[in-house]
């Protein structure tokens, strides 16, 4: 089970007392304050990050500003970033295994699962490093022969990144690795449930060789930091993961400065499962889609859509994996499903759960809290039955809960598949090639996977769509997404202009 994250931790703050990482150096916050870090699998405090408050933010955007208008960083050429970010992946992957543990220790997320993850997140900055150089713009042909206009793709300036607890290392790689390939920097607000690995994150960049100021985090809560510094009038585009309520309050606030926001928000993503499939695959894409990382996944599919003919069978191969996945600490090998990450989110949970069994769901399996454990466990639960309007048909739970229906046809399929107000993701389980194109076409998500579920690229995008979010992180659309078009237009006669009066 190793030492649960504790070497690293020791080495980024041997007191636990953990403080933002500015302008290249660690920095105390301005005006003292400290939160609790509480670990998952025990209930029990384990470390403390810097409260920031405006002070904070103003130091981290002022050092960001700078270090894109002056010194190493604005002077570099896009190959000369890729390199940067290659040095980057590299300390990265050597890092891996040790930052997955610090992650686990932070959110309670399995260490399997923060192992395999954190493993593949340095191809990112590999990724984004190798097309950091062959981004550009466009010459284009116009009906104007004396005139030459093309388009050029420039960075932002500062760029806010705002991220979630479930899964932080992943969700930061995702906006630093292509804001950087572009040559922005940026300002990074990690949850205050689970900002350990970005600091880490930070610290390593730097040793990395990336200069100071390039990559600032300052810790807190999102009504302080988060709001001062989404509406920091030096800030020039937003990248968010979180939620529905908090994106809102994000909206809001960048009416003062009109940065640019992507929104990555929740979801209630539909499985599909078709008689035609193999039930195997289909019940196993099930159990991992929704239970994994205790369903605290923005996509978790955690609306069974299956086909009546063979919903009883799917559903009994279902409940009987859920009974027997292991639910316990999540250093230990053996487990397939830690603790939520928070003692508020595993009460939430379990009120859902239980005034859906009131309205007259019925439960399959799960719905109670374990007896006798410190952390925040809840089991892998499975309601059938419910009212399609009911909060837990219908709202993102945010936990291991499946909720069961069926539908008679494609077309009932495609309608209650795409009756909610998300458009995060979808999976669809069928042996038949042609309904696969069919359905995928039809289905209104931004993600959508065919036989498989939760499979993740650098290259390829992560978008949302409806109440999910907008913009796309991943790929070479995540890249582009942090640079703003310029049009230059230059005058290659000699002629006189014949009226400078009339637009030409
Ligand atoms: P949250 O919205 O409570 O917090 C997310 C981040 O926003 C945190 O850093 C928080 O401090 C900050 N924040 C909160 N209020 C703010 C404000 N007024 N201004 C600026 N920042 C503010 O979300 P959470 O509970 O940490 O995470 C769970 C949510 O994230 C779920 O809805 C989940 O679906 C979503 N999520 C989405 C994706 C995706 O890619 N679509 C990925 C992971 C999680």
């Not at 991943?474 to 005058?491: H, R, V, Y």
């Given at each position: 089970?190793?030492?649960?994250?504790?070497?690293?931790?020791?080495?980024?703050?041997?007191?636990?007392?953990?403080?933002?990482?500015?302008?290249?150096?660690?920095?105390?916050?301005?005006?003292?304050?400290?939160?609790?870090?509480?670990?998952?699998?025990?209930?029990?405090?384990?470390?403390?990050?810097?409260?920031?408050?405006?002070?904070?933010?103003?130091?981290?955007?002022?050092?960001?500003?700078?270090?894109?208008?002056?010194?190493?960083?604005?002077?570099?050429?896009?190959?000369?970033?890729?390199?940067?970010?290659?040095?980057?992946?590299?300390?990265?992957?050597?890092?891996?295994?040790?930052?997955?543990?610090?992650?686990?220790?932070?959110?309670?997320?399995?260490?399997?699962?923060?192992?395999?993850?954190?493993r593949y997140l340095p191809d990112y900055f590999d990724y984004y490093a190798g097309?950091?150089?062959?981004?550009?713009?466009?010459?284009?042909?116009?009906?104007?022969?004396?005139?030459?206009?093309?388009?050029?793709?420039?960075?932002?300036?500062?760029?806010?990144?705002?991220?979630?607890?479930?899964?932080?290392?992943?969700?930061?790689?995702?906006?630093?690795?292509?804001?950087?390939?572009?040559?922005?920097?940026?300002?990074?607000?990690?949850?205050?449930?689970?900002?350990?690995?970005?600091?880490?994150?930070?610290?390593?960049?730097?040793?990395?060789?990336?200069?100071?100021?390039?990559?600032?985090?300052?810790?807190?809560?999102?009504?302080?930091?988060?709001?001062?510094?989404?509406?920091?009038?030096?800030?020039?585009?937003?990248?968010?993961?979180?939620?529905?309520?908090?994106?809102?309050?994000?909206?809001?606030?960048?009416?003062?400065?009109?940065?640019?926001?992507?929104?990555?928000?929740?979801?209630?993503?539909?499985?599909?499962?078709?008689?035609?499939?193999?039930?195997?695959?289909?019940?196993?894409?099930?159990?991992?889609?929704?239970?994994?990382?205790?369903?605290?996944?923005?996509?978790?599919?955690?609306?069974?859509?299956?086909?009546?003919?063979?919903?009883?069978?799917?559903?009994?191969?279902?409940?009987?994996?859920?009974?027997?996945?292991?639910?316990?600490?999540?250093?230990?090998?053996?487990?397939?499903?830690?603790?939520?990450?928070?003692?508020?989110?595993?009460?939430?949970?379990?009120?859902?759960?239980?005034?859906?069994?009131?309205?007259?769901?019925?439960?399959?399996?799960?719905?109670?809290?374990?007896?006798?454990?410190?952390?925040?466990?809840?089991?892998?639960?499975?309601?059938?039955?419910?009212?399609?309007?009911?909060?837990?048909?219908?709202?993102?739970?945010?936990?291991?809960?499946?909720?069961?229906?069926?539908?008679?046809?494609?077309?009932?399929?495609?309608?209650?598949?795409?009756?909610?107000?998300?458009?995060?993701?979808?999976?669809?389980?069928?042996?038949?090639?042609?309904?696969?194109?069919?359905?995928?076409?039809?289905?209104?998500?931004?993600?959508?996977?065919?036989?498989?579920?939760?499979?993740?690229?650098?290259?390829?995008?992560?978008?949302?769509?409806?109440?999910?979010?907008?913009?796309?992180?991943?790929?070479?659309?995540?890249?582009?997404?942090?640079?703003?078009?310029?049009?230059?237009?230059?005058?290659?006669?000699?002629?006189?202009?014949?009226?400078?009066?009339?637009?030409?």
């Amino acid at each position: 089970m190793g030492d649960r994250g504790g070497r690293a931790a020791e080495r980024l703050a041997a007191d636990g007392r953990f403080q933002h990482f500015i302008d290249g150096r660690w920095a105390e916050p301005a005006e003292g304050g400290r939160l609790e870090s509480l670990d998952p699998g025990t209930g029990g405090p384990w470390c403390t990050i810097a409260r920031g408050t405006a002070a904070d933010v103003d130091r981290a955007v002022a050092a960001a500003a700078r270090a894109f208008r002056e010194g190493p960083w604005a002077a570099a050429n896009a190959t000369e970033r890729g390199r940067v970010l290659r040095r980057v992946a590299e300390l990265f992957r050597s890092r891996a295994d040790e930052l997955a543990a610090l992650e686990s220790r932070d959110n309670g997320k399995l260490l399997r699962e923060t192992t395999a993850l954190i493993r593949y997140l340095p191809d990112y900055f590999d990724y984004y490093a190798g097309l950091a150089d062959k981004v550009g713009g466009e010459l284009l042909q116009t009906d104007k022969d004396d005139l030459l206009a093309f388009t050029r793709r420039e960075p932002f300036g500062v760029v806010a990144a705002i991220t979630p607890w479930n899964s932080p290392l992943f969700l930061a790689t995702t906006k630093l690795a292509p804001a950087l390939a572009a040559g922005n920097t940026l300002v990074v607000k990690p949850s205050e449930h689970a900002s350990v690995t970005t600091l880490a994150l930070a610290s390593l960049m730097a040793e990395a060789g990336l200069p100071p100021g390039v990559v600032n985090v300052v810790t807190g809560l999102g009504g302080e930091v988060g709001d001062a510094l989404v509406g920091h009038r030096d800030v020039a585009r937003v990248a968010f993961t979180g939620g529905l309520g908090s994106a809102r309050a994000v909206i809001a606030r960048t009416s003062d400065n009109l940065a640019p926001l992507s929104l990555e928000l929740g979801g209630k993503s539909p499985q599909l499962v078709f008689p035609d499939a193999d039930l195997d695959s289909a019940a196993m894409g099930v159990v991992a889609g929704v239970f994994a990382a205790s369903g605290q996944s923005c996509v978790a599919g955690s609306r069974l859509l299956v086909h009546e003919d063979v919903r009883d069978e799917l559903l009994a191969r279902i409940v009987e994996r859920a009974r027997t996945v292991r639910v316990g600490d999540p250093f230990d090998a053996e487990t397939d499903v830690g603790p939520l990450a928070l003692a508020a989110q595993r009460d939430q949970v379990e009120a859902i759960v239980a005034r859906a069994v009131e309205q007259g769901a019925t439960l399959l399996c799960g719905g109670e809290r374990p007896a006798g454990r410190d952390g925040w466990f809840f089991p892998p639960t499975v309601l059938a039955d419910l009212a399609p309007d009911s909060p837990a048909a219908r709202e993102e739970i945010f936990g291991p809960v499946l909720t069961a229906f069926s539908f008679r046809d494609e077309d009932e399929a495609i309608a209650l598949a795409n009756d909610t107000p998300f458009g995060l993701a979808a999976g669809i389980w069928t042996r038949d090639t042609a309904r696969a194109h069919r359905l995928l076409r039809a289905l209104d998500a931004s993600t959508v996977w065919v036989n498989t579920y939760r499979v993740i690229s650098p290259a390829v995008p992560f978008g949302a769509r409806g109440q999910s979010g907008y913009g796309a992180e991943g790929g070479l659309e995540g890249l582009l997404s942090f640079t703003q078009l310029k049009s230059a237009w230059i005058n290659t006669s000699s002629e006189p202009i014949s009226d400078p009066f009339v637009m030409r």
